[in-house]
């Protein structure tokens, strides 16, 4: 199988570097630079070799992360914000431009990606509900153990907390501007 295996490698390397287009592209959309970009590449086939993840795999692979809460919820929510064009599956040009604003990106990017994140229907405003669902998945997420104090109400009265502080209007619903002005606030 070793011989499998290095044509499998060197096949992969000539997929990359028959991809200049595709990835001096990605280089203009992401912080990322050309090396980074092989190696995320590659690692990507690697865990998904058809190129595209779907949610089953991408749960399967963010469980990994924490074994010791039920990360299900939670990576429904984060699969839903890193696939842009809804069509139900990851590619990696969604994986990557994502990651790129998750650990490079401007507060102002950071918080975006966040907004959408918690905008679950995406119609550009948070509700309560949208935000008590992902506290909710957090707290599963983290699991019981981490968190022993907690009581069952405890999503709830974060997200109380959170949207006084942030629905400046109080119309119930939390608009990006608002998110953001309350977040910048935060972590200025």
């Not at 992401?30 to 779907?54: A, I, M």
């Not at 074994?67 to 429904?76: C, E, N, R």
């Not at 006084?164 to 608009?175: E, I, L, P, R």
């Amino acid at each position: 199988s070793s011989f499998a295996d290095s044509s499998d490698s060197e096949l992969e390397l000539s997929t990359i570097r028959h991809q200049p287009e595709g990835l001096d592209q990605l280089q203009l959309l992401t912080k990322f630079s050309k090396k980074e970009l092989q190696s995320l590449y590659r690692g990507f086939k690697n865990e998904c070799p058809s190129g595209l993840v779907d949610e089953e795999t991408f749960k399967l692979i963010y469980a990994q992360f924490f074994p010791q809460g039920d990360a299900t919820m939670y990576a429904h929510f984060l699969f839903n914000a890193f696939d842009i064009d809804r069509n139900g599956a990851i590619r990696f040009e969604d994986f990557v431009v994502g990651l790129s604003i998750l650990l490079r990106g401007t507060v102002h990017e950071k918080l975006s990606w966040a907004f959408n994140l918690y905008d679950i229907n995406k119609d550009g405003y948070i509700t309560k509900e949208e935000m008590l669902a992902i506290m909710k998945s957090i707290y599963d997420m983290m699991g019981r153990y981490t968190y022993p104090i907690l009581r069952d109400d405890a999503p709830v009265e974060h997200v109380e907390k959170f949207f006084q502080k942030m629905d400046k209007n109080q119309d119930g619903v939390v608009t990006i501007e608002e998110f953001l002005e309350t977040c910048q606030k935060v972590s200025n």
